[in-house]
């Protein structure tokens, strides 16, 4: 009687381990004195203790503790224990930060590891909880898995809610289980770490509102919306657009509905209306799409100052105004980028480039984005291959007589670096269009001549020019207007 | 025998008349705007807007005993306050929408202009009586800016709007009473009423 009972032994961090026991009931009070010795030990270590706890090292494979009772002379009892009788529970976990980021109702968990106090390369599980509601209901668990290096190591984690965090508060708890292999006693579970919280809307003072105010989501998402009111507010519904809506109830001061499927938005967004016996609360979500990758980019100059890449957007995003899809036009070589003014409108999507000095080959990246999303493009162009003049301007004739004639246009652009074909249109009542083809060196914002000959005298003629790139064709520009002219009599 | 009108007089009544026309047709395109906004915005007609912030109320309390001094700049002072209400309408509406139902734009830069253009026709009224026209609270803002906004929300904004074209069609309505309560000519001189005898 009065003796020790019930020695249990565990350990935190695989050196030391806590040692517990009972009394049976006299001996309950009183100071004891605690020794053990294990094979590699020569002498016994003693010491007294009123506890009856004592934190001593984990043996390599046993060890065997006297306690004795001092108050009662024959209450002494020896207990020998072997690694496999030890139990390995790690140290509870501790929340370092718990960060909100309401735009993405996005949670972020850091925590340490602790793994300074393990050998290196053990095999650690996290355990995370998420719960929710007043009633702490469990929303999800997960398993996070990491390898502990011997050092205190902060681990990160993120989690997205499918509601907004501003409607009911948010609570995590972790729980670390270490898979210390060569460890043979029973290895469990930590305890669960004290809750951090995101404390909601409903847990403001004040709080209100519809959330997530005035949000872009992607068609088809399924959408949670929830209405913060006052506690004494009684709600009446909630409408999503022109519908009606079942609510669920989060708290006392938070109600929600659920969205499946989103459809697109009108222009103005979709109202998220929360009627209340004397008020009204209310939110506005735009649904839309992600941009398409731009497809057939094509990239041409008119003049050799501006390259003009023109291509076709895909699907609408239906989103406009400050959200609308946004394109740039980034040259890789130079590093030069641009930001294109693009019509939501009218649909002629057309981005303005400069043609930069002593560069004709252009890495160009198209890339598209609106808050839903983003897709580029890419093109690699020789812009003298690339040539796409204007209008030929101001064609007249400057000579003529029976049997020729002398034309003269303008054409605006600086053609230096290339040669020009135009192609002259001849037609008269008399014979058939003709087309004559003459190619002379560009020139910087120039005149250009040429002679026909051959032609009938006295009659009466009809004559128009386009030109285009001589060595790499690429495209005529637009005819010019036309000039007539008879021919003298012979 | 009616006693022949004074030119100041007769102007008055050519002014109020003329002002009756423009309340009268800011009103039918107010209704229009009202129409299209609850439909383009996807609210409820039927919607019940509290008191919006800056958006004077067309109602008022012994309208009958109002001197026709105290008319015109209870009126001016409301159609500046639209005028500052609309603009921002279309600069949120240009933000959220850029081109997008750019009909509704127009429409609302209609309204806009007529707007200040009946404001503009009020102070023509008090210059008449050779009133002191009142500072516009708007080019007082100018030289030290207009006051920031409170950041509402887009849905807030929306019932603001819904607010402030509602209270704009009360506010014809009443110009309309007004302007006719001016052009009275007062029993005993014979001149129109109201703006003679205000202190």
Same mark, same amino acid.
């Given at each position: 009687?009065?003796?020790?009972?019930?020695?249990?032994?565990?350990?935190?961090?695989?050196?030391?381990?806590?040692?517990?026991?009972?009394?049976?009931?006299?001996?309950?009070?009183?100071?004891?004195?605690?020794?053990?010795?294990?094979?590699?030990?020569?002498?016994?270590?003693?010491?007294?203790?009123?506890?009856?706890?004592?934190?001593?090292?984990?043996?390599?494979?046993?060890?065997?503790?006297?306690?004795?009772?001092?108050?009662?002379?024959?209450?002494?009892?020896?207990?020998?224990?072997?690694?496999?009788?030890?139990?390995?529970?790690?140290?509870?976990?501790?929340?370092?930060?718990?960060?909100?980021?309401?735009?993405?109702?996005?949670?972020?968990?850091?925590?340490?590891?602790?793994?300074?106090?393990?050998?290196?390369?053990?095999?650690?599980?996290?355990?995370?909880?998420?719960?929710?509601?007043?009633?702490?209901?469990?929303?999800?668990?997960?398993?996070?898995?990491?390898?502990?290096?011997?050092?205190?190591?902060?681990?990160?984690?993120?989690?997205?809610?499918?509601?907004?965090?501003?409607?009911?508060?948010?609570?995590?708890?972790?729980?670390?289980?270490?898979?210390?292999?060569?460890?043979?006693?029973?290895?469990?579970?930590?305890?669960?770490?004290?809750?951090?919280?995101?404390?909601?809307?409903?847990?403001?003072?004040?709080?209100?509102?519809?959330?997530p105010l005035d949000s872009v989501v992607a068609v088809g998402s399924d959408l949670t919306f929830c209405c913060v009111h006052e506690e004494d507010q009684r709600i009446t519904n909630m409408t999503y657009g022109s519908k009606s809506y079942t609510m669920m109830q989060l708290s006392s001061r938070s109600h929600a509905i659920r969205v499946l499927?989103?459809?697109?938005?009108?222009?103005?967004?979709?109202?998220?209306?929360?009627?209340?016996?004397?008020?009204?609360?209310?939110?506005?979500?735009?649904?839309?799409?992600?941009?398409?990758?731009?497809?057939?980019?094509?990239?041409?100059?008119?003049?050799?100052?501006?390259?003009?890449?023109?291509?076709?957007?895909?699907?609408?995003?239906?989103?406009?105004?400050?959200?609308?899809?946004?394109?740039?036009?980034?040259?890789?070589?130079?590093?030069?980028?641009?930001?294109?003014?693009?019509?939501?409108?009218?649909?002629?999507?057309?981005?303005?480039?400069?043609?930069?000095?002593?560069?004709?080959?252009?890495?160009?990246?198209?890339?598209?984005?609106?808050?839903?999303?983003?897709?580029?493009?890419?093109?690699?162009?020789?812009?003298?291959?690339?040539?796409?003049?204007?209008?030929?301007?101001?064609?007249?004739?400057?000579?003529?007589?029976?049997?020729?004639?002398?034309?003269?246009?303008?054409?605006?652009?600086?053609?230096?670096?290339?040669?020009?074909?135009?192609?002259?249109?001849?037609?008269?009542?008399?014979?058939?269009?003709?087309?004559?083809?003459?190619?002379?060196?560009?020139?910087?914002?120039?005149?250009?001549?040429?002679?026909?000959?051959?032609?009938?005298?006295?009659?009466?003629?009809?004559?128009?020019?386009?030109?285009?790139?001589?060595?790499?064709?690429?495209?005529?520009?637009?005819?010019?207007?036309?000039?007539?002219?008879?021919?003298?009599?012979? | 025998?009616?006693?022949?009108?004074?030119?100041?007089?007769?102007?008055?009544?050519?002014?109020?008349?003329?002002?009756?026309?423009?309340?009268?047709?800011?009103?039918?395109?107010?209704?229009?705007?009202?129409?299209?906004?609850?439909?383009?915005?996807?609210?409820?007609?039927?919607?019940?807007?509290?008191?919006?912030?800056?958006?004077?109320?067309?109602?008022?309390?012994?309208?009958?005993?109002?001197?026709?001094?105290?008319? @015109?700049?209870?009126? *001016? +002072? =409301?159609?500046?306050?639209?005028?500052?209400?609309? &603009?921002?309408? #279309? $600069? /949120?509406?240009?933000?959220?929408?850029?081109?997008?139902?750019?009909? @509704?734009?127009?429409? *609302? +830069? =209609?309204?806009?202009?007529?707007?200040?253009?009946? &404001?503009?026709? #009020? $102070? /023509?009224?008090?210059?008449?009586?050779?009133?002191?026209?009142?500072?516009?609270?708007?080019?007082?803002?100018?030289?030290?800016?207009?006051?920031?906004?409170?950041?509402?929300? #887009?849905? /807030?904004?929306?019932?603001?709007?819904?607010?402030?074209?509602?209270?704009?069609?009360?506010?014809?309505?009443?110009?309309?009473?007004?302007?006719?309560?001016?052009?009275?000519?007062?029993?005993?001189?014979?001149?129109?009423?109201?703006?003679?005898?205000?202190?």
């Amino acid at each position: 009687l009065g003796g020790p009972q019930n020695l249990k032994c565990v350990t935190h961090n695989l050196h030391k381990m806590l040692c517990t026991w009972d009394m049976s009931s006299r001996g309950r009070h009183g100071q004891m004195d605690f020794c053990y010795t294990t094979n590699d030990l020569t002498t016994q270590v003693c010491f007294k203790t009123k506890e009856r706890r004592v934190e001593i090292p984990i043996p390599e494979s046993s060890i065997t503790v006297t306690i004795k009772n001092s108050g009662t002379a024959f209450a002494t009892k020896e207990f020998v224990i072997h690694q496999k009788d030890i139990s390995f529970i790690p140290v509870t976990p501790h929340i370092l930060s718990l960060m909100p980021d309401f735009p993405t109702s996005t949670l972020n968990l850091k925590w340490s590891d602790n793994g300074s106090v393990f050998p290196y390369g053990l095999d650690a599980l996290w355990q995370i909880q998420i719960l929710r509601k007043e009633a702490m209901e469990v929303v999800t668990q997960v398993t996070y898995y990491s390898k502990l290096t011997h050092e205190d190591v902060i681990l990160s984690w993120n989690w997205t809610s499918d509601m907004p965090l501003e409607c009911t508060s948010h609570y995590v708890k972790i729980r670390c289980y270490i898979n210390a292999t060569h460890f043979l006693g029973p290895k469990d579970w930590s305890d669960w770490s004290p809750a951090g919280v995101i404390p909601g809307k409903d847990a403001e003072p004040g709080g209100s509102g519809v959330f997530p105010l005035d949000s872009v989501v992607a068609v088809g998402s399924d959408l949670t919306f929830c209405c913060v009111h006052e506690e004494d507010q009684r709600i009446t519904n909630m409408t999503y657009g022109s519908k009606s809506y079942t609510m669920m109830q989060l708290s006392s001061r938070s109600h929600a509905i659920r969205v499946l499927n989103a459809s697109v938005s009108n222009s103005s967004g979709t109202n998220v209306v929360c009627r209340l016996e004397n008020g009204l609360e209310g939110s506005v979500v735009f649904v839309g799409y992600a941009p398409d990758s731009p497809q057939n980019l094509s990239c041409e100059t008119p003049n050799f100052l501006i390259i003009k890449c023109t291509w076709k957007p895909g699907r609408p995003s239906g989103l406009y105004g400050k959200r609308r899809t946004k394109y740039s036009l980034f040259e890789r070589t130079s590093g030069k980028n641009v930001s294109c003014e693009v019509s939501e409108v009218n649909k002629d999507h057309v981005c303005g480039f400069p043609v930069l000095p002593d560069q004709k080959s252009y890495d160009f990246i198209l890339g598209v984005s609106n808050p839903i999303g983003q897709a580029q493009s890419s093109l690699l162009v020789d812009i003298t291959q690339r040539v796409h003049p204007k209008t030929p301007e101001k064609l007249t004739v400057t000579g003529s007589n029976s049997t020729s004639i002398q034309l003269r246009w303008f054409i605006n652009g600086s053609f230096a670096e290339i040669r020009l074909l135009c192609q002259i249109e001849v037609t008269s009542s008399h014979s058939e269009r003709k087309l004559y083809n003459v190619s002379m060196p560009g020139r910087k914002s120039s005149t250009y001549t040429a002679q026909l000959s051959a032609l009938h005298p006295d009659t009466k003629y009809q004559f128009r020019v386009h030109c285009s790139a001589a060595d790499h064709f690429w495209r005529w520009s637009d005819w010019s207007r036309g000039v007539e002219q008879t021919t003298s009599e012979a | 025998m009616a006693a022949a009108d004074s030119p100041s007089a007769a102007l008055r009544r050519d002014l109020c008349s003329r002002g009756i026309r423009l309340a009268g047709k800011m009103r039918a395109d107010v209704v229009d705007l009202l129409d299209a906004y609850v439909e383009q915005q996807g609210l409820d007609a039927s919607a019940s807007v509290a008191a919006v912030e800056g958006v004077p109320l067309a109602a008022v309390e012994r309208w009958d005993e109002q001197t026709g001094t105290q008319r @015109l700049l209870e009126n *001016l +002072a =409301a159609y500046r306050a639209f005028r500052a209400l609309l &603009a921002q309408m #279309l $600069e /949120e509406q240009r933000e959220q929408l850029g081109e997008a139902d750019a009909g @509704l734009g127009r429409a *609302l +830069a =209609a309204v806009l202009l007529q707007v200040s253009a009946f &404001a503009y026709h #009020l $102070e /023509e009224l008090l210059r008449l009586e050779s009133r002191g026209i009142p500072g516009n609270a708007e080019e007082e803002e100018e030289e030290d800016g207009p006051p920031p906004p409170p950041r509402l929300s #887009l849905f /807030e904004q929306k019932l603001r709007g819904l607010g402030v074209l509602r209270e704009l069609a009360q506010w014809a309505v009443r110009s309309v009473r007004d302007l006719r309560q001016l052009a009275k000519p007062s029993p005993a001189t014979g001149a129109a009423s109201g703006l003679a005898e205000s202190p």
